[in-house]
Each structure stands twice: as C-alpha cells, then as structure tokens.
C-alpha cells in the first residue's frame, strides 16, 4: 500500500498544470509594433506635408525656368540663398515648441499649449521685422558676396515681393509644431497639399495669364504660403483643438524671456545644420570648372534634398514621442521610442544608401544628358550614400535633442563639428589635394557631420531617461507657474 501511495505521487505531479513565464521576443515585438504605430502616425503625414511644402519651391523654379536663364537664376538666389537663410532660423526657432508642447500634452497640461503658441508666435514675428533688412537690402548684400549687378538687382526685387513669405514663418511653423505635438499631423498634411495645389494655379494665373514673369511666381509662393498658416489656425479655433486652443490669453505674455532664450538655443541649433551645405555649394562656385562641379553637386544635392525629407519627418515624429513621454514621466518609454526611431530611419537609409550605389552611373540621368556632368556625378555618389547614411540617423538624435530640451547643448557641439571641424577640413582638403568638390564634400561630412553623429548618439546612449522625465516634470511646473497680471 505504501509503495502505492509513493508511485501515485509523481502521476499527480505530472498532471499539473504548468505555468510559462512570458516569451521577452513576444513581448518586445509587440512593443516595436506598438510604437512604430505611433511614430508612423506622425511621420507618415509629415513626409507628405513636407514633401508638398518643399514642391512649392521646386515647381516655381520649373515655371521660371520656361522664362529666361536670368529669371531662373535669380529666383533660385531668392528661394535658396536668402529664404534659405531666413526658413532654416525660423523653423529652429518654432522648434522649441517641439520641446515645450510636446512635454505639457505628454503631462496632460493641454491649456498650456495654446499659451506656447501665442508666446511662439510673439517672438517669431519680433525676429521677422528683426530680419526686415536682409530683404529690403538684398541686391546690396548680393553683390557683396560676387554676385552680378545684373543678378543681385533682379533677386533683390523678388526677396522685397517675397516678405509676405518671411512673415508667414512666424506663424506656420508654430501652428505646425503645436498641432504636431497633439499627433494632428494629417491636418498638416491636408492643408500642405492644398498649399501645393494653390501654388500651382497661382502660378498659372501670374505667370501664365497675367504675364507677371517671375514677380508673378514670388505672388504665388506668397499666396500659398499663406494659405498654410490660415488653413492650420481655421482647424485648430474651428473646433480642431478643443482643449489646447481656448482662445488668446495674456498668461501668453509672460514668461518671454526665458521662450526666447529656448527659441534662440534650437534656432541656431538647427540653422547650423541647414546652412552647412549651402556653404560646400558657395565653396565649389569658386573652383576651376565650377560650372560642371556645381551642376554635379545640385543634382547631388537635389537628390540628397529629396531623401532629407523621410529623416526630417522621423525628426518630427522622434521629438515628438520622447517629449510626449517625458511629459509623461515614462522616461524608459522615451528611451525605447528613440529607439524604435533610429532604427527604423537607419534601415530606410540603408536602403536609399544601397539603391545609390547600385545606380551609382545611371541616377544622374533624371537631371542631366551631359556625359561630362554624369561623369562627375558618378565620381560624387559613394559621397551622397554616405551622406543619405549619416543624414538617416543624424535627425532622429536631433530630434532626441529637441523632444528632451538639449537645443543649447546641441547647439554648441553643431557649431563646433560642423564649422571648427568639418568647415576647415574641407577647405583644406581643397588646398592640399588635388580631389576638387569630392575633397571638400569628404572633409565636410566625415569631418562635421560625422563626428556630430558620433557625439549625439553617445549622449543619447549615455543619457539618464529617467532623470530627464524629471526634469521635463520641472520645467513643466516651472512654465505652468508662470502667470501675468495685465495690471502689473
């Protein structure tokens, strides 16, 4: 009997029911399936609305392209040297917003938001009339920089016609980042396209049926531009934005100073970047045979601007995540978006990488029929890979940057990789060998972009996440404290 009871007991052992622990692959797999959603649902949009926003400028340099060379070059010079300067400061400047609205909506402080806007918005419109006088003395400062009188007298009349273009800055890129940070990002998208649609009729009445030349194209990029701040402000008072957008209030006016301190810090961090390569461009215009080194290098770089646009929108989409969970104190969620981010942008730039480098001598023929220029650009390629690879993980730290409020930090190390490093490494390359454009591109990214890369992604992975929710937890207390008293 007893050896009975003694073989029962394993029986009744094995018949248990066992408990499996949690299978981590399962789990972490459906936590990048989680929140690639999320991050897609942000970028998805903003690569549409950006791709749409930066067709307004290509297609009016198509329509002026049909009316002269003249009229071709000095609206380029408009659109891509002084707008240039002008879009890449103020798009930094509204990139603050990134950081604050992104932080009080991940910490359900949604009132918070309209005030950031209105703040934004005052001092975006002080830094336009600021800048007034790079407009209205353009041909001047053109002809400065060794440009013909010819060219810089017709360019300086379009940058005065393009002012209206300057002021909507100040309210676009607000309203963008402020609606980005709520993941309204196909509102955006809706209105770019109608942005781009607008433009293009504008274009054909101005041009087209009016005969303005190409005063009518600066019109009608300043018409459709404008469409774009009024469209985003229509859907976020028309109901959009309930409970961020109730209405002006004078809590927006205070508090300014230290919004502009911020402002400033992610407008030179990001006009840093935006003005780099415009610089190699500047650079190569000076060379021997620069005209074919410089066709080679804008269908480099006009391919290379195209590309740019899926990376800005993961900057997007990335600044946006990290400070939403920031705001929410979740700074191991922050760190698990970042992530998810890099990664998928890594990929995606591989595959771009891959596809130059396959079609390393064919590309060239959607710009150019020219076997010289072809050459040239053959010569470029393996550079614009590695570019379109640096530029695929580079945005996302930014936009690490910008979503955990690091803009002056960022600041710094841009101003240092890119123009105590990476700009005299180019121009020296130039001057001690014999490799032209190729060598000052070379020196420029390995030595600027390359070396930024490697110091963003070291603070990142250094970074103490939950040590940054506590800080996005403080800065939150501190700007929700900040009140004004109209009789003060």
Known sequence: MADDQQTSIPLLEDSTPKVHPPNE????????????????????????????T????????????????????????????????DLGLMMGMASALETLCGQAYGAKKHYMLGVYLQRSWMVLFICCVLLLPVFLFASPILKVI???????????VLARWLIPLHFSFAFYFPLQRFLQSQVKARAIMWVAVVGLVVHVAASWVFVGLLKMGVVGIAVAVDISWWV???GLMAYSAGGGCPDTWTGCSFEALSGLWDFLKLSAASGVMLCLENWYYKI??????????????????????????????????????????????????NGKEAKFAAIVSSTTSLIIGLVFCCLIVIFHDKFGLLFSSSDIVLQEVNKLSILLAFTILFNSVQPILSGVAVGSGWQSYVAYINLGCYYFIGLPLGILTLWFTELGVKGIWMGMIFGGTGI????????????????????????MQKWTDQKFSPNE
């Open 452 to 475: 930024q890369t490697l110091i963003l992604l070291i603070i990142t992975i250094r970074c103490d996440w939950e040590g940054e929710a506590k800080k996005a937890s403080l800065r």
């Open 146 to 156: 060794g440009l013909s009188d010819e060219l810089a007298d017709l360019a300086g």
């Open 228 to 230: 774009l701040p009024i």
């Open 280 to 329: 190699l461009i500047v650079m190569t215009g000076n060379m021997k045979n620069a005209k074919i080194e410089v066709d080679a290098l804008s269908i480099c770089m006009g391919i290379n601007g195209l590309e740019f646009m899926i990376p800005l929108a993961f900057f997007a989409g990335t600044g946006v995540r990290v400070a939403n969970e920031l705001g929410a104190g």
């Open 54 to 85: 930066h067709s307004v400028m290509v297609t009016s340099q198509a329509f002026a392209g049909r009316l002269g060379d003249l009229d071709l070059a000095a609206i380029s010079i408009a659109l891509n040297v002084i707008i240039g300067f």
């Open 25 to 52: 692959d399962e789990d972490i797999v459906r936590r990048v399936w989680i929140e690639s959603k999320k991050l897609w649902h942000i970028v998805a949009p903003a690569i549409l609305s950006r791709v749409s």
